[in-house]
C-alpha cells in the first residue's frame, strides 16, 4: 500500500549510466525522492550527516513548515490548539489522531486519573539517588523502569490496553517528575489527587508543602497548558527519531521513551531551555553582556551558540516561540513579577533580528527561548525546565511510536557510513609490536 503519490521520476547520471528513481508526494505538496533501492541500483549510498535531507518515514503526526512557519497537530494549527485546549485534549488528538469529544475527552482524564499513582516500591529508588542528580537523569531511568511493574504492549495487544498503557505512561510520568523535583529539595512526595486535572496535580505535587499551602491559579493552570501544547510534538526532531529507531529494534514503548529522555537532555536539544536562562543570567550579571554573546555567537572560532536561536527547519520566526512570548508576558503581568531576563531577551532578540550573520542564515528564536522565563516565574527550579518539556513532548514520543509499529514500510532503523579508516593491515602478534 503506498502511503504518498508517486508524481514523476528524479534522474541520476552516476558511472556512464542514468538512474531514474521515483518523486513522491505528500499531502502538503512535499516532494522526496525515493532512494530505497540506490545502493541495489548503483552500489553507492547517499551521504546526509545529521539527516538533514532525509526523510526517514511517512507519516500523519505533524506537519511543519520551515520557510512559512507553520505547525500543525494531526491537521490543526499550534495557534488554535494552544488557545482552546487543554495539554490532555492535544495529547488525546495526538495519540488517537482526532480531537476528543467531551466524553471521551472525560473517560480519558478519569483513565489517566486512576493511573496516576507509582507502585510503592519505585518510590524507594529515589531514596539512593544523590541530590545533586539531575532530574533527568532520575526520570529515563524511572520510565524504563515501569516496564518492570507494568505489562508491555504486544502485536496482540487490544485497543483497550493501548489505552491503559499510554495513559499509564502519561500520568505516572508526570508523577514522578513531580517525585524527582522533592526528592531534590528534601521536602516530602505530594500524591495525585482525584480531584485536580493533569496540570493542577501537577502544579500541587510540584509546590505544595504541609506547612505552606500552594494555590493552584487559573493563571497558572492556562500556561502550564500552554506550553505543554507547545512542546508536544515535532514531527522527525532529534529524541523523537530516537524513539523511533529504538522502538525499530522491537524495544519496548518505555525503554523507546527512556531513550528519547535521554536524546531530548542534550543541550542543543530539549536542554536548549535551561542554557537559555544560564545564558541571559550571565548577561544580567555582566552587564555589557548583550553585544559580547552576540559578538561570540557569530565568531566562527568560538563554539558558543546562542541558546534558543536558529532550527533545523524553521527557516522563519518559531510559531511556538511567538506564542511563548505572549504567554510571557501575560504570566509576568498576572503574577506582578519584573523579571529583567525578559527584557534582556528581546534585546537580545532585536538585536540578533536585525544583524546580517543571523539574517543571512534565517536564524530566528525557537521555542526554548522565552519559555524558561515563563517556567522561572511559575516557580519552577532550572533543572526542572527539560523536565516539563519531556512531559510535554510524550504524547507525540507515544503517537510516533505507534505510527511506526503501524508503519507498512517499517525496518530496523540501521544508517549507512563512509568509511575512512585503514585499509586491510597483516596482524601482528604483541611480541613482535613496538
Ligand atoms: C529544539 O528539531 C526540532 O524540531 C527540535 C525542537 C523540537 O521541538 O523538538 O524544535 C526543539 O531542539 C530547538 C533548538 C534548541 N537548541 C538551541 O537553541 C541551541 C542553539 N541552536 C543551534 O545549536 C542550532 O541552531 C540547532 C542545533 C538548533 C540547529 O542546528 P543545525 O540545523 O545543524 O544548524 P547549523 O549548525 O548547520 O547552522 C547553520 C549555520 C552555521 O553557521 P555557518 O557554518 O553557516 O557559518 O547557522 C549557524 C551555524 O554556526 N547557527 C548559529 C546558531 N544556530 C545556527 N550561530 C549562532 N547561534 C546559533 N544559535
Known amino acids: 500500500m503506498e502511503l504518498s503519490k508517486k508524481v514523476g521520476k528524479a534522474e541520476l547520471n552516476y558511472d556512464g549510466k542514468v538512474y531514474p528513481f521515483d518523486v513522491m508526494e505528500g499531502t502538503e505538496k512535499e516532494r522526496a525522492i525515493d532512494m530505497r533501492a540506490l545502493r541495489k541500483e548503483t552500489g553507492a549510498i547517499s551521504f546526509d550527516p545529521g539527516y538533514a535531507n532525509t526523510g526517514s518515514c511517512h507519516s500523519e503526526v505533524t506537519f511543519i513548515d520551515g520557510e512559512k512557519g507553520i505547525l500543525r497537530y494531526r491537521g490543526y494549527a499550534i495557534e488554535d490548539l494552544a488557545v482552546n485546549c487543554t495539554f490532555i485534549e492535544v495529547a488525546y488528538l495526538l495519540v488517537h489522531g482526532t480531537l476528543p469529544t467531551q466524553s471521551q475527552l472525560s473517560k480519558y482524564s478519569r483513565l489517566l486519573n486512576r493511573h496516576s499513582l507509582i507502585h510503592e516500591d519505585m518510590r524507594n529508588f529515589f531514596e539512593n539517588y544523590p541530590e545533586h542528580a539531575h532530574p533527568m ?5 524511572m520510565v524504563v523502569s515501569l516496564s518492570s511493574f507494568y505489562p508491555e504492549l504486544d502485536s496482540s495487544s487490544s485497543e483497550e490496553e493501548l489505552d491503559l498503557t499510554v495513559a499509564r505512561l502519561l500520568s505516572k510520568m508526570r508523577t ?3 517525585f524527582s523535583y522533592k526528592q531534590s529539595v528534601g521536602e516530602p512526595h505530594v500524591y495525585p489527587s482525584s480531584k485536580l486535572t493533569y496540570v493542577e496535580n501537577f502544579l500541587n505535587m510540584m509546590f505544595y508543602t504541609p506547612v505552606a499551602n500552594y494555590e493552584i491559579t487559573p493563571v497558572l493552570v492556562r500556561a502550564m497548558n500552554k506550553l505543554l501544547i507547545l512542546h508536544a510534538d515535532h514531527e522527525q526532531n532529534c529524541s523523537t527519531s530516537t524513539v523511533r529507531m529504538v522502538g525499530s529494534a522491537g524495544a519496548n514503548l518505555y ?13 542543543l536539544h530539549g536542554g536548549a531551555n535551561q542554557a537559555v536562562i ?9 552587564g555589557s553582556g548583550v553585544e559580547e554573546m552576540v559578538k561570540r555567537a557569530k565568531d566562527p572560532d568560538d563554539s558558543f551558540r546562542l541558546m534558543g536561536f536558529g532550527h533545523r527547519v524553521y527557516k ?3 510559531p511556538r516561540a511567538r506564542i511563548a512570548k505572549t504567554s510571557c508576558e501575560e504570566v509576568l503581568n498576572q503574577l506582578g513579577i519584573e523579571d529583567p531576563l525578559l527584557g534582556i531577551a528581546m534585546e537580545l532578540e532585536e538585536k540578533a533580528l536585525n544583524d546580517p550573520y543571523f539574517k543571512e542564515r534565517n536564524l530566528y528564536p525557537n521555542v526554548d527561548f522565552y519559555t524558561g522565563i515563563t517556567l522561572r516565574a511559575m516557580g519552577f527550579p532550572m533543572n526542572m525546565f527539560t523536565v516539563i518539556f519531556a512531559l510535554g513532548r510524550l504524547p507525540g514520543w507515544v503517537a510516533h511510536w505507534l505510527e511506526l509499529k503501524n508503519d507498512p514500510d517499517k525496518r530496523i532503523g540501521r544508517p ?13 602478534p604483541i611480541e613482535k609490536r613496538g
Open 416 to 428: 549507512r557510513q563512509v568509511y575512512t579508516g585503514p585499509v586491510h593491515r597483516e596482524f601482528v
Open 137 to 141: 537523569a532520575i526520570l529515563s531511568a
Open 255 to 267: 525503554a523507546s521513551i527512556a531513550a528519547g529522555i535521554c536524546a531530548l537532555w542534550g543541550p
Open 278 to 286: 544560564e545564558m541571559l543570567e550571565y548577561i544580567h550579571k555582566e
Open 316 to 318: 522563519a520566526y518559531d
Open 176 to 178: 514522578l517528575a513531580a
